[in-house]
């Protein structure tokens, strides 16, 4: 199959109804949505996920935010599919994200900025984050009209 992405509404993005407009504009990129649950992280999953930013100033503040509501966890599948999601989640700090990204329309901090993704410049993190979320029976395998 084509390259799998994980992709995450945040507690933030979640509270503030924007998992359909989300969902809508991958989908209107053409990628394809292979698997997707609702559900609140524990300290153990959310440390487990961001295990990369362990020690860092900011780690206790984000376990705190993720796992402080529900989270609308997905993996989307296509061509260069970690970087394109990438491209349109925009730049960590909505800030400093481009008008037309999701932070860049939607975040308001960096705390808050709606949306995680799979990092395209960490070789494998992708497939290691749809790992820590989803058993590979969850994933769904078909054809999406073109
Ligand atoms: P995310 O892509 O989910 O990966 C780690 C998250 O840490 C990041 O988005 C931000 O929401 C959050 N964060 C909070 N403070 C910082 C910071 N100073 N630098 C980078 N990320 C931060």
Redesign the pocket.
């Known amino acids: 199959y084509d390259e799998r992405t994980f992709v995450?509404v945040?507690p933030d993005g979640v509270q503030r109804s924007l998992i359909g407009e989300i969902i809508s504009r991958f989908e209107h990129r053409g990628l394809k949505l292979v698997g997707a649950k609702a559900l609140q992280l524990d300290e153990e999953l959310a440390k487990t996920h961001?295990s990369e930013?362990e020690g860092?100033?900011?780690f206790e503040?984000?376990i705190d935010?993720?796992t402080s509501g529900p989270v609308f966890a997905m993996v989307w599948e296509g061509k260069d599919a970690t970087r394109q999601v990438r491209r349109m989640?925009g730049a960590?700090?909505p800030a400093e994200a481009a008008p037309g990204t999701i932070r860049g329309d939607h975040g308001l901090d960096?705390?808050?900025?709606v949306?995680?993704?799979s990092?395209h410049e960490d070789e494998g993190a992708n497939e290691r984050e749809i790992a820590v979320f989803f058993d590979e029976e969850e994933l769904l395998d078909y054809e999406q009209a073109t």
Do not use: E, S
């Open positions: 995450m945040k961001y930013h860092k100033p900011f503040g984000l935010f993720i989640v960590t700090d960096l705390g808050r900025n949306i995680h993704a990092d």
